[in-house]
Nanobody, 120 residues
Framework: QVQLVESGGGLVQPGGSLRLSCAAS????????MSWYRQAPGNERELVAR????????NYADSVQGRFTISRDNSKKMVYLQMKSLKPEDTAVYYC?????????????WGQGTQVTVSS
C-alpha cells in the first residue's frame, strides 16, 4: 500500500518560512519523480515544484521561483519543500505527488495534503 504523508503546514505571517515534508512508503521511492502541488479555494490544483528521481533536476512555478526550494532524500524516502518569504497568495492546501513514467504506462500517487495559511 503506497502512502504519501505530508506534514509541516500551518499558519505563518507574511514574510515567514515553513518547511513541508512528505514521507513516502510502499513504493520504490528512488524511481519516482516527486512534486509539490497546491490548491487554493476556488482554484485548480497547480504545480509548485518538481524534482527528478535522482534529485539532480528541479523545476518551479514562476510564482515561487527564488522563494521555494524542493529537495529529496532517497535514503529516507522523503521530499521537502522549503518555503521562504511567504505571501498571502501562497495560502493553499499543499499536496505531495509521486510519478513514475515507463515506456507505455505511468504510475502516480497523491498525498492527502497539508494546509498552509499565510496571514497576519
Amino acid at each position: 500500500q503506497v502512502q504519501l504523508v505530508e506534514s509541516g503546514g500551518g499558519l505563518v505571517q507574511p514574510g515567514g518560512s515553513l518547511r513541508l515534508s512528505c514521507a513516502a512508503s510502499g513504493l520504490t521511492f528512488s524511481l519516482y519523480a516527486m512534486s509539490w502541488y497546491r490548491q487554493a479555494p476556488g482554484n485548480e490544483r497547480e504545480l509548485v515544484a518538481r524534482i527528478n528521481s535522482a534529485g539532480g533536476s528541479t523545476n518551479y512555478a514562476d510564482s515561487v521561483q527564488g522563494r521555494f526550494t524542493i529537495s529529496r532524500d532517497n535514503s529516507k524516502k522523503m521530499v521537502y519543500l522549503q518555503m521562504k518569504s511567504l505571501k498571502p497568495e501562497d495560502t493553499a492546501v499543499y499536496y505531495c505527488y509521486a510519478k513514475r513514467v515507463l515506456m507505455t504506462s505511468a504510475t502516480d500517487y497523491w498525498g492527502q495534503g497539508t494546509q498552509v495559511t499565510v496571514s497576519s
